[in-house]
């Protein structure tokens, strides 16, 4: 009882732990330095949350498919493990591509951020200095559909190990839980300190650019990394 208490309880460290791994930290990381969303994107709260909302898709797709993958005493087949891997890959890339062409168009008066004053639209960089728009949504959703297929490309290894380690459905399914709860304290605890340090560097527009475009070119080295092994 104790050994599988232990057992499900190091889910928590591991998660904590997986939050870390390059693929994540590259993908989040393109986020935090983007101001798209109208909101200053330094600081440590605002990435913080970046990383939490990762690390609930993250949690949700580990979560569904690993339950699934015990109702049906099954694992997932290794031919879609790969294509998942494949995917994580591509949309580093991918991520890495838009951090960097973002950057060239925004030159160094800092991102434009279209947006409403009731029935007023108008466009201007973003942030300028107290004149800054929240955008809920557009926050939102980038990071947790980036999670979520991060979560499914990890779901099979997570279902093989606990179906290996842990002796029944129920300890598996908090085991899993667990594991998520620890990647979303991981990855906030990630990005927040990456968004404190934004806030002591990045003084003006021009040195956001930069750290945008290095987080755009690290992404796309790590998706090339990632997925070599895959065409090998």
């Given amino acids: 009882m104790f050994a599988t208490l232990g057992g499900i309880l190091l889910g928590l460290v591991v998660g904590v732990r997986h939050a870390f791994e390059p693929d994540h930290l590259a993908a989040v990381s393109t986020m935090v330095t983007d101001g798209r969303d109208g909101r200053d994107p330094r600081g440590a709260r605002r990435g913080a949350l970046v990383g939490a909302v990762w690390g609930l898709g993250h949690t949700l797709a580990l979560v569904i498919v690993g339950i699934a993958m015990l109702a049906a005493g099954a694992l997932v087949p290794a031919a879609i493990e790969r294509g998942l891997e494949a995917a994580v890959a591509v949309m580093l890339v991918g991520l ?133 092994p895959l065409v090998a």
């Fill in 96 to 228: 890495g591509v838009r951090a960097l062409v973002l950057a060239a168009r925004d030159g160094k008066r800092g991102p434009i951020a279209p947006h409403a004053h009731g029935h007023a639209r108008h466009a201007h960089a973003a942030p300028d200095g107290g004149h800054v728009h929240v955008g809920e949504t557009t926050l939102a959703w980038r990071p947790l559909a980036i999670g979520l297929v991060h979560g499914l490309a990890g779901s099979g290894g997570l279902t093989a190990l606990v179906f290996a380690e842990l002796p029944s459905n129920a300890a598996r399914v908090v085991y899993m839980v667990l594991f998520g709860a620890g990647s979303i304290a991981g990855m906030a605890i990630a990005s927040g300190l990456a968004g404190l340090s934004l806030a002591r560097v990045a003084r003006g527009p021009e040195a956001m650019r930069r750290i945008g475009a290095l987080a755009g070119a690290l992404s796309i080295i790590v998706g090339i990394a990632w997925g070599a």
